[in-house]
C-alpha cells in the first residue's frame, strides 16, 4: 500500500509552453501533499506544501505564480509550471502523507523529469 | 529554520563490509528522522525511520541510531550488497508541519 504515481514520468516542452505534471496517492487519501525540485546530483527542495481544499503554500524564493499548485481532491494534486524556460529543467517529485495515518511518514513519487528547450 | 547536514558525501565499500552515514541537525525540535534511498531517476523510499523518544531502530542489515542531545543520527549498513548502491538521505522534520529538510545526499557504491 501506499503507492504514489506521477505523469507524465518525463516530458519536453519548449521555452514559454506551460506543463502540467499530475500526482496521484492511489491506495489512499491524501490531505496533504508536497512538492519537491532535484537538480542533477543535488537533494531534494521543498517547493511547496498543497493540502486539499486550500491554497498551497509556497516556500521562500518560490514563485507562486509560475508553479501553480492546485490539490482538488484528497487522492490528486497538479503543478503547473508556466512559461517554462530552460533554468526550469530539473527532477520534479511530489509526496504525500495519508489522511488516516502518521502525521509523520511521507510516501514519494517516481518523478518526473521536465526538459525545458 | 531546520538546516541538516550529512556526511561523507560520497561513500565506497567493499561487498561485505559496513557502511555508515552520519547526520546532524539544528532544531532542537525535530522528533522525526527517516532515511531515503533514492536509485538513479526515481523517487526517494524511506528505508528506516527514528522517533526523538527512540535512540536506536534495526531492520535486519539497516540500523539508524539517535542521539538527541548532541543532535545527530546515523545510518548504519551491515553486509553491504552491490544492490545497496544508491544515494542515500536523512531528514528531520518536527510535529508542527511535517515539512521535511534533507540533507545533502551521501552516494554509495558498494564494490563486488
Known amino acids: 500500500g501506499a503507492v504514489v504515481s506521477q505523469h507524465p514520468s518525463w516530458v519536453i516542452c519548449k521555452s514559454g509552453t506551460s506543463v502540467k505534471i499530475e500526482c496521484r496517492s492511489l491506495d489512499f487519501q491524501a490531505t496533504t501533499m508536497f512538492w519537491y525540485r532535484q537538480f542533477p546530483k543535488q537533494s531534494l527542495m521543498l517547493m511547496a506544501t498543497?493540502?486539499?481544499?486550500?491554497?498551497?503554500?509556497?516556500e521562500q524564493g518560490v514563485e507562486k505564480d509560475k508553479f501553480l499548485i492546485n490539490h482538488a481532491s484528497l487522492t490528486l494534486s497538479t503543478l503547473t509550471v508556466t512559461s517554462a524556460h530552460p533554468e526550469d529543467s530539473s527532477f520534479y517529485i511530489c509526496s504525500a502523507i495519508r489522511t488516516s495515518g502518521s502525521p509523520y511518514e511521507q510516501y514519494f513519487g517516481p518523478g518526473t523529469r521536465l526538459t525545458v528547450t | 529554520g531546520e538546516n541538516v547536514e550529512q556526511h561523507p558525501s560520497t561513500l565506497s565499500v567493499q561487498e561485505g563490509d559496513s557502511a555508515v552515514i552520519k547526520c546532524t541537525y539544528s532544531d532542537s525540535a525535530s522528533n522525526y528522522f527517516p532515511w531515503y534511498k533514492q536509485e538513479l531517476g526515481k523517487g526517494p523510499q524511506l528505508i528506516i525511520d527514528?522517533?526523538?523518544?527512540?535512540g536506536e531502530k534495526k531492520d535486519q542489515r539497516i540500523a539508524v541510531t539517535l542521539n538527541k542531545t548532541a543532535k545527530h543520527f546515523s545510518l548504519h549498513i551491515t553486509e553491504t550488497q552491490p544492490e545497496d548502491s544508491a544515494v542515500y538521505f536523512c531528514?528531520?522534520?518536527?510535529?508542527?508541519?511535517?515539512?521535511?529538510?534533507f540533507g545533502g545526499g551521501t552516494r554509495v557504491l558498494v564494490k563486488p
Open positions: 531528514a528531520a522534520t518536527t510535529a508542527a508541519g511535517n515539512k521535511l529538510t
Open positions: 498543497s493540502n486539499e481544499g486550500s491554497k498551497a503554500t509556497y
Open positions: 527514528i522517533r526523538s523518544n527512540v
